[in-house]
């Protein structure tokens, strides 16, 4: 596994972090494909090294949970359904993974995983910073840089998808009639 080109880009792996009961997580079933084993083969190694996963490295999906997330996703192939709840795994989880699955792919690919965890981290951290200093600067300064700060702010969030705007066209007669009584 050497080859470079055989990796997972590491954006690959932050699309499959998600945030299930306020922790980044990823699903055994991405785990699996990523490390190149079913999904049965890492429930069964997580089975037999459970005491490696407290609660607070991996749980089990509830049956609500599972619903949201297959509604996320999208339908499930036919014969994709699965018998039990997905597990998921927290980063230490994950990290915990490569010594459950012994092989050089899941030793690479956990490298791979925990970069994208620290990458998100970092993202994560840098935006609490600049939103702290804004903050910080608008208690320092007067309201003479009320305007400046309030536009930081509406630049920092997220774009909200633009309305369309249908246009109204007034039925013929009524256009007739309007020109009727300005006298045209």
């Known amino acids: 596994m050497t080859d470079k080109k055989a990796l997972v880009p590491i954006e690959s792996i932050q699309r499959r972090i998600l945030v299930i009961r306020n922790e980044k997580v990823m699903i055994d079933r991405d785990l699996a494909e990523l490390y190149g084993v079913e999904t049965k083969q890492l ?3 997580v089975r037999r090294n459970i005491d490696r996963f407290p609660a607070d490295f991996m749980f089990e999906l509830t049956k609500e949970e599972y619903d949201s997330l297959r509604c996320q996703i999208g339908t499930l192939k036919r014969g994709e359904h699965t018998k039990y709840l997905p597990m998921a795994f927290t980063e230490q989880g994950v990290a915990m993974l490569s010594s459950a699955i ?19 981290r970092k993202m994560i951290s840098s935006h ?3 939103l702290r200093k804004v903050e910080e600067m608008e208690k320092k300064y007067d309201e003479q840089f009320k305007v400046v700060f309030d536009a930081i702010r509406a630049l920092m969030k997220p774009p909200q998808k633009p309305r369309k705007i249908y246009p109204v066209k007034p039925p013929a007669r009524a256009g007739r009639e309007c020109m009727a009584q300005i006298g045209i």
Do not use: C, P, W
């Open 43 to 45: 429930k069964r190694a």
């Open 102 to 120: 012994n092989s050089k792919q899941a030793i690479e690919v956990n490298i791979l995983i925990m970069r994208a965890f620290v990458q998100l």
């Open 128 to 130: 609490k910073d600049l």
